[in-house]
């Protein structure tokens, strides 16, 4: 008897145990499930906030270059340049866009152009894209330019201002991209981190509307200026 009793006690235990079980099943379930749920969406904001401390570096190299002689007034240069991008973020991309163009100055004096391929650095990387060309024929430089770019040459220090400008998009809110870089030449070496700027492009000057304009004031027909004589006789015979 005493032996059953204790049989039957046991099994109740097992019973509890097993509805104990059952029941908190499905908030065990469901805690697992919010936490697969939310790692995902606490951790990508997390590395974004973290890359938001951080910000891409441009930088433009003079391979090479021609054409660039202090002794002529006229020259007709080129510059084979390599573009840097060192995007030190993991979760965010820096391009630059498609349709920039490279323009090489000097003292403000504007020595050549040439267009940049698209192309982006992601996943903290350096990406670069080189033979890059910019050129000029028959650019006009100013004597003080010359003077200055003659010694600066000589002294191994001359550098060139390299602006890679963004497409212009001319709408409201639309703004182009103006990367503004200083390397040397010579060297070969890449340029301090360039400056990065935003502007809104202003509607370039249409030369067909300034030609529409100048044959629309021909075909106005325009008073007659007299002279000094004219205007005396006429007012003589005004007056008679």
Not at 47 to 67: H, I, L, R, T
Not at 138 to 155: C, K, T
Not at 213 to 221: D, F, G, I, N, S
Request: charge should be negative; include cysteine; hydrophobic fraction near 40%.
């Amino acid at each position: 008897m005493g032996v059953h009793a204790a049989e039957t006690e046991d099994g109740g235990g097992c019973c509890d145990m097993r509805a104990v079980f059952w029941e908190i099943l499905p908030g065990i379930l469901g805690a697992l499930l919010a936490l697969v749920i939310m790692v995902p969406l606490l951790y990508y904001p997390f590395q974004w906030s973290v890359d938001n401390g951080k910000s891409p570096e441009y930088s433009v190299a003079v391979a090479a270059f021609s054409g660039l002689d202090p002794a002529r007034a006229i020259m007709d240069p080129t510059f084979d340049l390599t573009v840097r991008i060192k995007e030190p973020r993991k979760w965010s991309t820096a391009c630059v866009e498609r349709d920039t163009t490279a323009v090489v100055s000097y003292r403000g004096a504007r020595l050549a152009s040439g267009p940049v391929p698209g192309f982006c650095g992601r996943n903290e990387n350096t990406t670069e894209a080189g033979s890059v060309m910019a050129w000029g024929t028959a650019v006009p430089v100013p004597q003080f330019a010359r003077d200055r770019l003659a010694e600066e040459l000589a002294r191994g220090e001359a550098a060139v201002d390299v602006a890679l400008m963004g497409p212009a998009r001319y709408c409201v809110q639309c703004v182009q991209t103006v990367i503004e870089c200083k390397p040397r030449l010579g060297r070969g070496e890449a340029s301090p981190p360039c400056s990065v700027r935003y502007e809104h492009p202003t509607l370039p000057d249409d030369p067909a509307r300034r030609l529409q304009e100048a044959r629309k004031q021909l075909r106005t027909p325009q008073e007659p200026v007299m002279g000094g004589m004219e205007f005396y006789v006429s007012q003589i015979a005004t007056s008679s």
